[in-house]
């Protein structure tokens, strides 16, 4: 098998290895190349080759995502690694388990003029959890000339280290670095960068590798309960009459069934769950802004809870956020292993447990059930609500609220739904989805930068079909992800086209005027069409009802391509539609 010759690519390789990361997205360079070699000529690795940086950093997001396992980037040098950043700081907000593996050039050819160079060490910031700079192995210099050597020691650093005897064994330093920085991305959930400088030449190859790593100890998270913190808790559980928990992003099938019927069975506890939450039960509370939207400030006051529990990631919904920093509960509990957002800046405790774990130990401690009509209430409001939603949805005409209705109620059982950002998300929070669908967003900076880049990585690596629905603006922002030559022939997408950011008639502005219509609105004509052509997907047009249904009869039948759909809405009227539906289920 071949290796690079450079000791220190194969150290990256081999290590990687040794940490089951199998997933490498490469982009392809020449300053990357002995990271190229060692990772694509290894049948251990599932290798994927896609051009755009931006576009890769996002694919390999959908793939962790879904495996909830670190993938590596590989990259060349200079601003290759920038257009990382938009993924890596979703990756970051959202606990997604990134590996940066840069290259990078020597230290003494850097800030010299040298082209395709930059400041590599410590650009991503605080938006990694580790970052490091391995060194370059002296292996690679013993071959060279004094005359070559020569340029290594116009680093000062370098050189009084290396006179003074004090650099430490460079394979020992780069081992520890690398094994440190893979460990925190799996234990710790979250993105970290490895910058490795090569130097010439790049290219050679040997068949038999020339490094031997030291045995290492793969680490795992280990979750310790304090006993006294729990039965803290239990004493203002047990008074509370009015318990609200609020659920983020989570996996599907992060909660045992057990704990979430035990829940479900307290009259005092209100379950409020976003479409990205993958939770179902008959007596929880999906679309929210159904719930909160309509109310006044009388409604607000019964609403407001004594105790609010909150568990998984950020939260889509901005009015339940307004809400709760406006009446604020008296106790808010926040369950997560790693950290804790203090969103409604009432913030008293952070339990730094997996939800399961702290429901393990908490609610079988939980004696008895506080006598309460806070949930009777707010399912007959939640009853009435729906009714409205249902008779709403008969009266108004052909736009983006009735395109969401009809293309949700069409997603294929047992599937995934990504789902694009702005509007889209928004639209979608307010229809009760079916249980066997699980739903994803890049919730972390809610970015419309690479939902289709996630969408397609979480194609290639989740085992059902997912089709992913998305806005105009998003989904020609992030058009380089159709250049990908890993696209499942099931995978559809659906354009909501409203010829604009529609979303923004919805917030304060002076809309309808040639100011907003180009510096906030963007209204364009583009079309998805030519995009399917130039990429091999199955292109289907539909600006009415009738042809909407029509084309989603046949829209997830087997097919030799994907596919894409794109649906024209009149954009004027989308706005009227979506506001008067919050007064019409007042």
């Known amino acids: 098998m071949k290796h690079s010759k450079i000791p220190l690519s194969q150290t990256v390789v081999t ?3 040794t940490h089951n990361i199998k997933h490498i997205v490469i982009s392809p360079g020449s300053r990357n190349a002995p990271l190229t070699i060692g990772f694509s000529y290894d049948d251990f690795f599932k290798c994927y080759s896609i051009v755009d940086e931006r576009c890769a950093a996002f694919f390999a997001l959908g793939i962790a995502q879904q495996t909830q396992e670190p993938v590596a980037l590989v990259c060349t ?87 003074l005897g004090l650099q430490k064994d460079i394979q020992t330093y780069n081992e520890s670095e690398i094994h440190d ?93 976003e479409t990205t939450s993958n939770l179902h039960h008959q007596d929880f509370f999906p679309s929210i802004d159904k719930i909160i939207a309509p109310l006044e400030d009388d409604d607000f006051s019964l609403l407001q809870p004594d105790i609010l529990l909150t568990f998984g990631g950020l939260i889509v919904s ?103 950002n702005s509007s889209a998300i928004r639209y979608t929070q307010l229809f009760q989805l079916r249980k066997d669908i699980s739903v994803y967003c890049n919730r972390g900076t809610s970015g419309i930068d690479g939902s ?32 990908n030559n890993y696209i499942p022939k099931n995978f559809r997408i659906i354009v909501v086209n409203n010829q604009g950011g529609g979303i923004f008639r919805i917030l304060p502005g002076h809309k309808n005027t040639e100011n907003f219509d180009t ?29 909407l249904n029509n084309a989603l009869e046949s829209f997830y039948a087997n097919s030799k391509k994907p596919k894409l759909l794109e649906v024209f809405t009149p954009s004027t009227i989308n706005d009227k539609i979506l506001l008067d539906y919050f007064r019409f289920i007042k």
Not at 210 to 236: C, G, W
Not at 455 to 472: K, L, Y
């Open 181 to 273: 920085a893979l460990t925190i991305a799996k234990v710790k959930s979250a993105p970290v960068h490895i910058n490795i400088p090569f130097d010439e030449p790049l290219y050679d190859t040997v068949e038999e590798l020339t490094i031997k790593p030291k045995p290492f100890s793969l680490k795992s998270r280990v979750e310790k309960v304090d006993d006294f913190e729990i039965n803290s808790l239990l004493d203002i559980w047990h008074n509370a009459k009015r318990k609200m928990i609020l659920v983020g992003t989570l996996q599907p099938n992060s909660i045992e069934e057990q704990w979430l019927q035990q829940i479900a069975d307290d009259d005092s506890i209100l379950v409020f769950t």
């Open 452 to 483: 289709t880049s996630t969408a397609i990585g979480a194609a290639t690596a989740h085992h059902q079909r997912v089709t992913f629905i998305t806005g105009d603006l998003s989904f020609f922002y992030d058009s380089n992800a159709l250049w």
């Open 77 to 163: 040098s200079g601003s290759a690694l920038l257009n990382y950043y938009p993924a890596i700081s979703e990756a970051f907000y959202s606990r997604i388990p990134l590996v940066i593996l840069s290259a990078d050039r020597p230290k003494h050819l850097i800030d010299i003029g040298d082209g395709q160079t930059i400041k590599q060490k410590n650009v991503y910031g605080e938006h990694v959890l580790y970052s490091t700079n391995l060194k370059l192995d002296l292996n690679e210099d013993k071959s060279k000339s004094k005359e070559e050597e020569l340029p290594i020691f116009k680093s000062i650093e370098n050189k009084l280290e290396h006179l």
């Open 519 to 547: 510096y906030f609105e963007t209204k364009h004509n583009l079309t998805a069409k030519q995009l399917c052509e130039m990429y091999g997907f199955q292109y289907y047009k539909t600006s009415n009802e009738d042809d």
């Open 15 to 17: 290590l990687c290895k």
């Open 318 to 420: 901005k009015k339940i956020k307004a809400f709760l920093r406006s009446y604020r509960p008296e106790h808010h509990w926040h369950v997560d292993y790693f950290n804790a957002n203090d969103t409604f800046f009432c913030l008293e405790k952070h339990i730094k447990l997996s939800p399961n774990t702290f429901f393990e130990a908490f609610l079988p401690k939980v004696t008895h059930h506080t006598k309460s009509t806070y949930k009777a209430s707010w399912l007959a409001i939640r009853q009435k609500r729906r009714k409205l939603h249902e008779v709403y949805l008969e009266s108004v005409v052909f736009s983006d609220f009735k395109v969401f209705n009809t293309v949700l109620k069409s997603i294929p059982k047992q599937s995934q739904l990504q789902v694009g």
